[in-house]
């Protein structure tokens, strides 16, 4: 059998639910950075993926702070619906009380490394803010939240998608690097070339889809 079959199997048994717990974490793994990538594949966080993809220093300085910002966001959206929510059934207030603790987490994050680590926050705040805005961060909380996933497998999803959304900006800073030096008609200049870049590459991450998750 080959990798690719082997690696097919075991997100295959993870995406049916019986598989076992590492089958399950390999495939929310997989799935969150390749297959159900949130920006291509969901087109979640599309602003800041085309806002911030300009350079490869600001795409991998996004990219660091959306992990760290969605492994928090997961932990605390978890604890708030488990202890809170639930309890005093007030469900209904999901997406209010998870767009607060986005919220509230990036400021409380910008206050921390102000305080204690004043060169990393000058070279991630110019994209903290932006954090705030990020409907993928949102998208994981409730994702996690429909899918009933425990603390550790809402965490590893959560980090999975988040390097998925690195992955991207990444990718796409590469390529508008790459277009300075190309011979781009004026008419197709910009956004227009930008707008068919993330077409281009989402139509081929949506084949990763045939790995079965």
Not at 129 to 146: E, R, S
Not at 197 to 207: E, K, P
Request: proline content about 3%.
């Amino acid at each position: 059998m080959t990798h690719s079959l082997l690696l097919a199997s075991a997100v295959g048994a993870a995406s049916q639910g019986g598989g076992s717990s590492f089958a399950q974490v390999m495939g929310l793994i997989i799935g969150g950075i390749l297959i159900n990538n949130y920006v291509l594949s969901r087109f979640l966080g599309i602003c800041p993926f085309l806002g911030v993809s300009k350079q490869l220093d600001s795409a991998l300085g996004m990219g660091a702070a959306v992990v760290f910002v969605m492994a928090m966001t997961a932990a605390s959206c978890y604890a708030l619906w488990q202890l809170l929510l639930v309890p005093l059934h007030l469900e209904y207030l999901s997406t209010i009380v998870f767009i607060l603790i986005i919220a509230a987490l990036v400021q409380f994050v910008e206050m921390v490394l102000l305080k204690f680590s004043p060169a990393l926050y000058r070279a991630l705040g110019i994209y903290l803010p932006l954090i705030t805005t990020n409907c993928a961060v949102l998208g994981v909380a409730v994702l996690n939240k429909d899918a009933g996933y425990n603390l550790g497998l809402g965490i590893v999803n959560a980090v999975a998608g988040a390097l998925g959304f690195a992955l991207a900006l990444i990718l796409m800073a590469g390529l508008r690097g790459r277009l300075e030096f190309s011979n781009t008609p004026d008419a197709m200049k910009g956004k227009p070339i930008t707008f068919i870049l993330a077409g281009v590459m989402s139509i081929a991450f949506l084949g990763f889809a045939g790995l079965g998750v």
